[in-house]
């Protein structure tokens, strides 16, 4: 059974940093990409960041390029997301996501979200 | 960036009714990479179709996609109590430049 387990979400203030972190298992962590998709307080879906399955290849959506960071521990089934530069706009659910291939397309798994605030 | 356009909003039926919400995007999506998801309050979302008209694993044959190029439809024939949700598109065509359509609210009338 696949299964995506998030942590790290919580409080932090303006310009602050937060490490997201999602636990896979139940499947072959290396072949498949994955990816962060954020969630606003009542609002719709929106892809952040991507990454190959050997961590190669890294993609990001452009209201969040060069503040955060993707990248992937194959020997630890780990996702990460470092974030940087935080703004109040980012605060969201974070789902982490598995990939249908290792292409960043569709996800046919998702972790159950952690939720980053980003207030003062 | 491919923007993607659903319609209504918000769908008001009832049960064994049939459903059909519309996907438009801004730009051809090439190779029909063209996604639906489910999502019920406090949950993931939940893959329903992909590539516009596959049904992923698990998926009752209730529910069918169609559509190609900037036009796409999500059909549910029959609902059932479980089937009321918010649905949203997804494009992968651009990959990895991947958005959302803002979702359709699915409500029982």
């Known amino acids: 059974e696949v299964q995506l387990l998030e942590s790290g979400g919580g409080l932090v203030q303006p310009g602050g940093s937060l490490r997201l972190s999602c636990a896979a298992s139940?499947?072959?962590?290396?072949?498949?990409?994955m990816s962060w998709v954020r969630q606003a307080p009542g609002k719709g879906l929106e892809w952040v960041s991507g990454?190959?399955?050997?961590?190669?290849?890294?993609y990001y959506a452009d209201f969040v390029k060069g503040r955060f960071t993707i990248s992937r521990d194959n020997s630890k089934s780990t996702l990460y997301l470092q974030m940087n530069s935080l703004r109040a706009e980012d605060t969201a659910v974070y789902y982490c996501?598995?990939?249908?291939?290792?292409?960043?397309?569709?996800?046919?798994?998702w972790g159950q979200g952690t939720l980053v605030t980003v207030s003062s | 960036e491919i923007v993607l356009t659903q319609s209504p909003g918000t769908l008001s039926l009832s049960p064994g009714e049939r459903a059909t919400l519309s996907c438009r995007a801004s730009?051809?999506?090439?190779?029909?990479?063209l996604a639906w998801y489910q999502q019920k309050p406090g949950q993931a979302p939940r893959l329903l179709i992909y590539?516009?008209?596959s049904r992923a694993t698990g998926i009752p044959d209730r529910f069918s996609g169609s559509g190609s190029g900037t036009d796409f439809t999500l059909t549910i024939s029959r609902l059932e109590p479980e089937d009321f949700a918010v649905y949203y598109c997804?494009?992968?065509?651009?990959?990895?430049?991947?958005?959302f359509g803002q979702g359709t609210r699915l409500e029982i009338k």
């Open positions: 139940g499947f072959t962590f290396n072949t498949y990409a």
């Open positions: 996501a598995k990939g249908g291939s290792n292409y960043v397309r569709t996800f046919d798994y």
């Open positions: 730009q051809s999506v090439s190779s029909s990479y």
């Open positions: 590539g516009a008209l």
């Open positions: 990454i190959s399955g050997s961590g190669i290849s890294t």
């Open positions: 997804q494009q992968y065509g651009s990959s990895p430049a991947i958005t």
